[in-house]
Nanobody, 115 residues
């Protein structure tokens, strides 16, 4: 059973930046694809960005050019660098790891973009 701990959320003004971290344990991290999802109040959970075990990345159109996903396998950690934040980025952000039949989720971290 994977243990995922997200951190880095908080309150930021529009135009600001945050870096989210997802630290994984109890898994062979290098095997896993890792994704960030988010869920805003009253909306469905949506994929924000994904990085595969081969380090291929993809981000949602809504965050393209503003968010970057990366991973540090030595630290079993994935990062989501979020720049030029907008109020519509406000959501709970979740880390997800997948490999074969394994599919694990973190508890989420709140990101609020407001002046």
């Amino acid at each position: 059973q994977a243990q995922l701990v997200e951190s880095g959320g908080g309150l930021v003004q529009p135009g600001g930046s945050l870096r989210l971290s997802c630290a994984a344990s109890e898994i062979i991290f290098t095997l896993y694809d890792v994704a960030w999802y988010r869920q805003a109040p009253g909306k469905q959970r949506e994929l924000v960005a994904i990085i595969t075990s081969a380090r291929r990345t993809n981000v949602a159109d809504s965050v393209l050019g503003r968010f970057t996903i990366s991973r540090d396998n030595a630290k079993n950690t994935v990062y989501l660098q979020m720049n030029s934040l907008k109020p519509e980025d406000t959501a709970v952000y979740y880390c997800n790891v997948r490999w074969s039949r394994d599919d694990y989720w973190g508890q989420g971290t709140q990101v609020t973009v407001s002046s």
